[in-house]
């Protein structure tokens, strides 16, 4: 039989509506908010102030200084204006910023702040990813920092593709020199988190143009050789007639005195002596006589006679008595 007719094919379905444009976000990454708009709270910035439970005090706008003496900045850090926390009458309070939706949190956080103040209470960035309700401090900085302003770099560390809120929280201190600003805040999600820049540095000097090769080095200088020693003088002429007192002849040298003068001079080397002639036998002596007898002995003289005996001596004298 014939083949049957394939069956028609079904009708095309109408085209989908197309999806309605998703709204801008509030938070546009890239731009630096220096907070010269007066609307800059209302969410023209990025920064919305958060409310109350969780903040107390809500962050100004000004420019030129704070009108608290020793504490707060003198000017804006660029442009004529800046935000910061007023602390006169408001000890130990939490000041909040925070983001109008959500942005992405691989992200680097740039900004400019001045902390100068004897009570300056604790500043802090802090990030919540998107379902997640614990908030993570990411920096912190505490106490006087002196009068002038410094920059401020924040990895964010989410992971790529990760989004989420961020806080810009300061707590005062304990007295009204505890007013804190900001100005210049930025957030760049085009790279991740990166390095900050080094702070510039002066170029080195170019190298020398090369020119000739180096002489190479002379050889060192040998050391002097020591002096020889002086020769010795030469004896002057000795004149004729000179009496000689005394010589004394070695290998080396002749020793005489002249006149009470002694010269040093080189002796000649010495001539062998003439051979001596053979010794001649000692003269005979004639016999010694015999020795003289000796004379005779004196006979001894007589013993010395004894003295005469000496006349008596006399009666001492008779006194007369006494009458």
């Given at each position: 039989p014939p083949p049957s007719p394939p069956p028609p094919a079904p009708p095309p379905s109408p085209p989908s509506p197309p999806s309605p444009p998703?709204?801008?976000?509030?938070?546009?990454?890239g731009t630096v908010e220096s907070f010269e708009d007066e609307a800059w709270a209302a969410g023209s910035s990025g920064w919305v102030q958060v409310t109350e439970p969780e903040d107390d005090r809500d962050w100004y706008r000004d420019s030129g200084s704070t009108g608290s003496s020793s504490t707060g900045p003198e000017g804006a850090y660029s442009g004529n204006s800046y935000i910061y926390t007023e602390a006169s009458g408001a000890f130990d309070k939490d000041f909040i910023l925070e983001t109008c939706g959500a942005v992405p949190l691989h992200s680097v956080l740039d900004f400019q702040y001045h902390a100068y103040g004897s009570n300056m209470g604790t500043f802090e960035v802090r990030t919540q990813v998107e379902g997640n309700d614990t908030w993570t401090p990411v920096f912190q900085i505490s106490g006087d920092q002196g009068n002038q302003w410094h920059a401020g770099h924040?990895?964010?560390?989410?992971?790529?593709?990760?989004?989420g809120l961020v806080r810009l929280a300061m707590r005062t201190g304990?007295?009204?020199?505890?007013?804190?600003?900001?100005?210049?805040?930025?957030l760049d999600a085009s790279g991740g988190c990166r390095a900050p820049p080094p702070p510039p540095r002066a170029e080195p000097f170019p190298p020398p143009p090369p020119s000739?090769?180096?002489?190479?080095?002379?050889?060192?200088?040998?050391?002097?050789?020591?002096?020889?020693p002086p020769s010795p003088p030469t004896p002057p002429a000795l004149p004729e007639n000179n009496y000689f007192f005394g010589a004394l002849e070695n290998d080396a040298l002749t020793v005489a005195?002249?006149?009470?003068?002694?010269?040093?001079?080189?002796?000649?080397?010495p001539s062998l002596p003439p051979p001596s002639p053979p010794p001649s036998p000692p003269p005979s002596l004639p016999p010694s006589p015999p020795p003289s007898p000796p004379p005779p002995s004196r006979p001894p003289s007589p013993p010395p006679s004894p003295p005469p005996p000496g006349p008596p001596p006399s009666p001492p004298p008779s006194l007369p008595p006494s009458p």
């Open positions: 998703l709204p801008p976000p509030c938070f546009v990454t924040v990895c964010l560390g989410g992971d790529p593709g990760e989004v304990a007295s009204f020199r505890s007013d804190f600003a900001l100005d210049d805040v930025s000739s090769p180096p002489p190479s080095p002379s050889p060192p200088t040998p050391p002097p050789a020591p002096p020889s005195t002249f006149c009470n003068v002694i010269h040093i001079q080189e002796a000649p080397p």
